[in-house]
């Protein structure tokens, strides 16, 4: 076992509003191991991005974070914002998902790359800085001809890798990628994903990989952990949670997968909640077609399915905690009511 290099526990990242805040994220805990990629999924909504942000202190103002990231010995939510901005880079990386946004239009790729190292490693010199960026450039597949070029003078797939190569230099220990590949065609797709898995097998970089796509999850997570109305609702090994999907949430979205074999169009009924007054108790009853009296009454409470897999779900318990006739079905009316309360 390698060691834990992001550890997160009940972390809370919510923004403020006119009245009740948003509860982005509301209470969830997980880690993340040197040379280990935990695919982070969920319908849009559901509090990823909030997440990815939060752990690099990326949140805008007026929101409010509670709980503990640990990188290494350091809780990120402890420490002044001067120091988490020193992290960003060569500890903390991010991979943003639409690169066109976050590429400055007006400046070469070289002044994006000598910039970034002038800031992170001031003592580097010309000569060294310019090596470096071409070698991240050419480990991406991009040619040091095209070092001096515009970023609108490459397709969408070379300026992702471009991003990635950027995030890439300071080889940082921790990778956020959210949705890396949205929006690119499957041969790029495929492209990134290779990048990723060498990194973290090259430099023993943790990998958080924020995506709705559960196929690039199967392909390129060790872990995977479900996340559904601002809470994790089941995590643990994706071969595990794929072939014995614990929570209802988790078989809904299997479910839903599209392959070249789909006859049968499948999709979860109803949309996720306002993550400003959530449904009370467990999130998903309103959408579980396995709902029971306890789940609009009571909170989940988070039980060991096997090892390493861990669902918040009634149906695993614990049964002592269900109170007496909490495990009948629950009603349509008792939703409603629960959805008011
Ligand atoms: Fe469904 Fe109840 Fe489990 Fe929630 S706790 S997912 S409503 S069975």
Redesign the pocket.
């Given at each position: 076992m390698t060691e834990v290099v992001l550890d997160v526990s009940e972390l809370r990242a919510w923004y403020g509003t006119e009245g009740d805040p948003v509860r982005a994220v509301d209470g969830v805990s997980f880690e993340i191991r040197a040379g280990e990629t935990l695919g982070l999924v969920g319908e849009s909504g559901c509090g990823k991005s909030t997440l990815g942000r939060s752990i690099l202190g990326l949140l805008p103002e007026g929101s409010a974070t509670s709980g503990e990231i640990r990188y290494r010995d350091r809780n990120l939510l402890a420490i002044a914002p001067k120091e988490v901005r020193s992290l960003r880079g060569p500890d903390l990386g991010l991979i943003f998902q639409e690169p066109m946004t976050r590429l400055d239009p007006l400046v070469t790729i070289e002044r994006h790359f000598m910039e970034t190292l002038k800031t992170h490693e001031p003592d580097m010199s010309e000569r060294e800085k310019r090596t470096q960026s071409l070698e991240a450039l050419a480990a991406m597949g991009i040619p040091p001809t095209r070092f001096k070029q515009y970023p609108h003078e490459f397709s969408g797939g070379m300026r992702q890798r471009i991003m990635i190569a950027l995030a890439l230099v300071l080889n940082p220990k921790v990778l956020v990628a959210d949705e890396p590949t949205t929006a690119l065609d499957v041969i790029v797709e495929g492209q990134i994903l290779g990048i990723l898995a060498d990194l973290r097998r090259n430099f023993d970089t943790a990998l958080l990989l924020i995506t709705h796509n559960l196929g690039i999850v199967a392909e390129a997570c060790d872990r995977v952990a479900v996340m559904y109305a601002g809470r994790i609702?089941e995590q643990g090994g994706a071969r595990t949670v794929f072939a014995e999907p614990a929570?209802?949430?988790t078989r809904a979205l299997l479910d839903s997968i599209i392959s070249l074999g789909t006859t049968d169009l499948r999709y979860i009924p109803g949309a996720p909640p306002s993550l400003i007054d959530p449904p009370p108790a467990?999130r998903?009853?309103p959408r579980?077609p396995?709902?029971?009296a306890?789940?609009a009454s009571k909170f989940?409470i988070e039980t060991r399915v096997a090892d390493g897999h861990r669902t918040e779900?009634?149906?695993h318990g614990p049964d002592d905690e269900i109170p007496p006739g909490g495990d009948r079905p629950l009603e349509r009316g008792e939703i409603a009511i629960a959805e008011e309360a």
């Open positions: 609702v929570h209802p949430y467990c998903f009853h579980c396995n709902a029971m306890v789940c989940p779900c009634w149906l």
